[in-house]
């Protein structure tokens, strides 16, 4: 008989109960799903404590010196970050140096990146974390256009409920497609390929600093429809074309034109949401005139086409 597949899922503080236990539910199922060849290894899951809810304590637990060959970090309820204890950072490089695949979901990668283990590699989160965990973590190499992101012993999903994405993948690493479409049936799961960006809305930066450019972003969010040369702006700005250019792009990591394009498409993703506009009047009140290259641009940014984004978030 094979080994065991031992995997631990981190019962931290503010672990989001629904993810912690599904987690659990899922791996469950793997194990009553799995051909029980003698190659193909038996399922071993456990929780690390990692907190003091009393609710936790009767739950089935590994101990911290038993080694594991998958760690997961789940989302926490919303609006919390917990810190990484000392003692959870030096188990988890521990692990990390004996071979096991390190996983989160959501915040549970800022958890992981506080132990400094995913300095240099490519990650994803929850879209809306995106500025604090550039900051905090300016060394992690942040993508998130991609709900699960593996890359070698590490895998990262972005939203709170990528977790589920997270363990079919973990799934299909040690026990194939054929398993994780078995599991999707029964979970009524779309394990189908989708991408963070389809949900992604852009939340302009607006904590620099940086009065005068300040008050440009609350100008372009309410006349981003017309198409203003940049000496106007500079003299509503009262600066130098140069200068504004300048402070703009450290002020919001934007050039000004990027920056008017993410509004219109902000723009057009509401009415394509909230309306039954036909997309040429759409493209007309955001400020294009060229269905074709507005398409172009639409599907480039967003990952879909209009009539497919309209098919999916229609209301």
Request: hydrophobic share 45%; net charge neutral.
């Amino acid at each position: 008989m094979t080994a065991s597949l031992r995997i631990a899922i981190v019962a931290y503080e503010q672990v989001l109960p629904s993810a912690l236990y599904g987690l659990g539910e899922v791996f469950t199922a793997v194990e009553r799903f799995r051909s029980h060849e003698d190659t193909v290894p038996t399922v071993e899951w456990r929780y690390l404590l990692a907190g003091h809810d009393a609710r936790m304590s009767s739950l089935p637990c590994w101990q911290a010196d038993e080694r594991v060959d998958v760690v997961i970090l789940p989302p926490c309820c919303a609006g919390q970050t917990p810190a990484c204890p000392d003692w959870l950072a030096a188990w988890l490089h521990q692990q990390h140096q004996q071979g096991a695949v390190l996983a989160s979901a959501c915040v549970g990668a800022c958890v992981l990146a506080q132990t400094g283990l995913l300095d240099g590699r490519i990650v994803t989160t929850h879209w809306l974390l995106e500025e604090t965990f550039r900051q905090q973590f300016p060394n992690v190499r942040l993508n998130l256009d991609a709900v699960v992101i593996e890359e070698a012993d590490l895998i990262t999903a972005g939203g709170i409920m990528a977790w589920l994405d997270l363990a079919l993948r973990i799934v299909r690493r040690y026990y194939g497609a054929t398993l994780v479409a078995q599991l999707s049936k029964y979970l009524l799961w779309d394990s189908g390929e989708r991408e963070q960006r389809y949900y992604r809305r852009f939340q302009p930066p607006k904590q620099h600093g940086d009065g005068a450019i300040l008050n440009l972003q609350l100008w372009l969010e309410g006349h981003f429809q017309s198409t203003c040369p940049l000496s106007q702006l500079a003299g509503l700005a009262a600066m130098s074309p140069r200068t504004l250019q300048r402070r703009f792009l450290a002020a919001t990591q934007l050039t000004i034109s990027s920056y008017v394009q993410h509004l219109r498409l902000e723009k057009a993703r509401e009415l394509l949401e909230t309306t039954v506009l036909p997309v040429e009047q759409i493209i007309w009140q955001i400020g294009y005139d060229d269905r074709a290259s507005f398409n172009k641009l639409f599907k480039t940014q967003i990952g879909l086409s209009p009539k497919a984004y309209r098919q999916r978030f229609g209301g």
